[in-house]
């Protein structure tokens, strides 16, 4: 397996543009999480899914965050407008829930860069 | 409220074991406690996890304590490849609690 993909890798934006983060998870897992990393503020987690339903959003910043799962193999974390404070790498996780147990996967992120 | 608190930063010498240590007051009785590593410039990666008895795995060893309160992830003999942030996490079924993670440094 090509473990947990995101893309891109690397996004460079200007302020106010919208911004889509991409994740494929790993196949077969059931559960998925974004997070956000800053120097200032650490590893923050934004949103969980788990069977594609949002379970834990406490985590988004704010409305112009929003993030989506049509389906097992797919999701999408959506800024607009972007600000420069939303400059961080995005990881996306993936994981099989059994019992309240995860393993999760980690992908190798998205630096974010808003000018 | 749901916390998790972590030393800040440690340090050990090469060779030496480490006991990094993670206190979830909070944390209920069907929660696992999950440790994860992130090296320089990597993501998170997976080190190990348990419920309330003690875990070992070719990474570390997991002690947990009695009431559940506060573990600890024992690195028995630390390398230079083992400096990283080290993560104390655990799940209810709603919530993902994180550690604020302690830096570990390894002195040669």
């Known amino acids: 397996d090509a473990g947990v993909i995101q893309s891109p890798r690397h996004e460079v934006t200007e302020m106010g543009q919208e911004v889509t983060l991409r994740c494929k998870p790993i196949?077969?897992?059931?559960?998925l999480f974004w997070y956000r990393q800053t120097m200032m503020r650490g590893l923050e987690l934004l949103i969980y899914?788990?069977?594609?339903?949002?379970?834990?959003d406490s985590g988004m910043p704010e409305d112009r965050f929003s993030a989506k799962m049509p389906n097992a193999s797919f999701s999408t974390l959506k800024i607009q407008p972007s600000e420069p404070r939303d400059s961080a790498v995005y990881f996306c996780a993936s994981s099989f829930r059994l019992a309240g147990s995860h393993e999760q996967f980690f992908g190798p992120g998205t630096r974010l860069t808003v000018l | 409220d749901a916390k998790t608190t972590q030393p800040n930063s440690m340090e050990s010498n090469e060779e030496e074991p480490v006991h990094l240590p993670c206190n979830h007051s909070t944390i209920s009785g069907t929660d696992y406690i999950h440790w994860y590593r992130q090296l320089p410039s990597q993501g998170p990666e997976y080190v190990i996890h348990g419920l309330t008895s003690n875990v070992n795995n070719r990474m570390a060893s997991l002690a947990i304590a009695e009431d559940r309160k506060s573990s600890t992830l024992i690195l028995h003999r630390a390398t230079l490849r083992d400096a990283a942030v080290y993560y104390c996490i655990w799940y209810s079924y709603d919530k993902v609690i994180f550690g604020p993670g302690t830096s570990l440094s390894v002195i040669p």
């Open positions: 196949s077969g897992h059931n559960s």
């Open positions: 899914f788990n069977n594609n339903v949002p379970i834990d």
